[in-house]
């Protein structure tokens, strides 16, 4: 096995100049939620010629794909995801330019060590990650069905191999009212920002309620147009987040009822709009050792993810609910997601160093999953997690 490793780290070290092009390529030219697609086609290229089949669309997503090496030897299907959307004017401040290389760069290493793996590698192009929740429309839509097992890394200001994630949903609250002059005839007008307003003071005498995991957070997209009309049209969105999306259902049924009763007492009519909600995180803390033991075996040091909060929400959680998944965070400086400084160190030989190493571990883990016993462990845990699995409304 080490002999089979230390095969794949060399062809890791042999793709590392070509990696890191294109990852510093994708990392120049950012492309938004569901635009990424040069990006997706840059990603492609290489693993179309390792000899990978490629299916493009995917989910009836133009810039989602799917590429496959089946080894011709019954085995595992492992995928990894590769993640390259960006962020609106701050460009690749998430870093999702190592991610998407990262991913690509483990499976060609596994495209040329045939010998070692057994089954199908796959790498699942997954976008619009920060907006619009692809991979919760690529997992409805069946996609992850029949796969063993789903990896990737993220970047981040520290190594962390299972830190959890909240379910979470957002919704946008529409309000509408009766414009009338503020002064003159005021009690011929309804104010939907009232109805808004009391929404938000609601919502905050709800907070006692809340369960310490739950998070609520809004804020005002439309409060009228000028001071001396009453507002007709006022509009607030909020996301919703909790532990579980069982105890989401309860945040969002109580926050729901705080517009509607806003609503209510202002006189303005009230329309919801809801987004895909976003399962919590299941971390396969089988398939995480794995990966932890091959960072180590890399030189690297894995500190534990903090007991309670500092954490947010991503799409890879309703993939963990279909199948075993890991979603390992890799240092690659004190950067913070979402801030320029970010976008710098996702573009930085610190950031692509990185992007190398996670590839070496994915690749390495997809290895360890060859050997039976690994591969049923991570199946057992995944089957005891879904038999206990609380459903929705309970917590
Ligand atoms: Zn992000
Ligand atoms: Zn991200």
């Keep these: 096995m080490n002999e089979q490793k230390d095969k794949i780290i060399y062809s890791i070290d042999r793709l590392a100049d070509e990696m890191t092009r294109l990852a510093l390529a994708i990392h120049a030219r950012p492309e938004l939620s569901f635009e ?4 997706a086609a840059a990603l492609i290229a290489p693993l179309r010629e390792a000899g990978f089949s490629v299916t493009q669309p995917l989910a009836g997503l133009e810039t989602a794909f799917r590429a496959t090496l089946d080894s011709g030897k019954p085995g ?9 959307d960006a962020l ?28 070692a793996f057994s089954g199908v590698i796959e790498v699942i192009g997954t976008p619009a990650e920060e907006e619009g929740g692809g991979k919760i429309i690529m997992a409805d839509s069946g996609v ?6 789903v990896m990737m890394f993220h970047p981040r200001e520290k190594n962390m191999v299972a830190r959890g994630a909240l379910a979470c949903v957002d919704a ?16 011929l007008g309804i104010s939907a920002l009232d109805a808004v307003i ?3 003071v609601g919502v905050n005498a709800l907070r006692q309620f809340f369960t310490d995991d739950v998070r609520v957070h809004g804020i005002i997209t439309h ?27 309860s945040v969002r049924q109580k926050v729901f009822a705080a517009a509607e009763a806003a609503a209510g007492m202002s006189g303005a009519r009230l329309a919801i709009e809801e987004g895909l909600t976003y399962a919590e995180r299941n971390n396969n803390l089988a398939l995480a050792a794995l990966y932890q033991n091959n960072l180590e075996q890399l030189g690297l040091t894995v500190e534990a993810p903090p007991e309670r909060g500092g954490v947010g929400s991503s799409d890879i959680g309703n993939v963990s609910q279909i199948t075993a998944a890991i979603h390992p965070y890799l240092r690659i400086g004190d950067v913070i997601p979402h801030t320029p400084e970010f976008a710098a160190a996702a573009g930085s030989f610190a950031g692509t160093q990185t992007m190398l190493n996670a590839a070496k571990a994915l690749a390495m883990t997809a290895l360890d999953l060859q050997i039976s016993a690994h591969l049923q462990a991570v199946r057992d845990e995944f089957d005891a997690w879904k038999a206990c699995r609380p459903s929705a409304g309970e917590k």
């Design 36 to 39: 990424e697609h040069r990006s």
């Design 76 to 84: 595992p299907r492992i995928a990894f995801l590769a993640e390259y």
């Design 88 to 115: 609106p004017e701050l460009g690749h401040a998430c870093g999702h330019n190592l991610i998407g290389t990262a991913s690509v760069t483990a499976a060609l290493a596994l495209a040329q060590n045939p010998d």
């Design 144 to 149: 992850f069905a029949g796969v063993d097992a």
């Design 172 to 187: 946008v609250f529409k309000f509408y009212g009766k414009a009338a002059h503020a002064a003159s005839a005021p009690h």
């Design 198 to 200: 009391q929404t938000f």
């Design 223 to 249: 409060g009228g147009s000028a001071t001396n009309i009453v507002p007709a049209y006022a509009e607030a969105k909020f996301l919703l987040r909790a532990a579980t999306s069982g105890g989401l259902q």
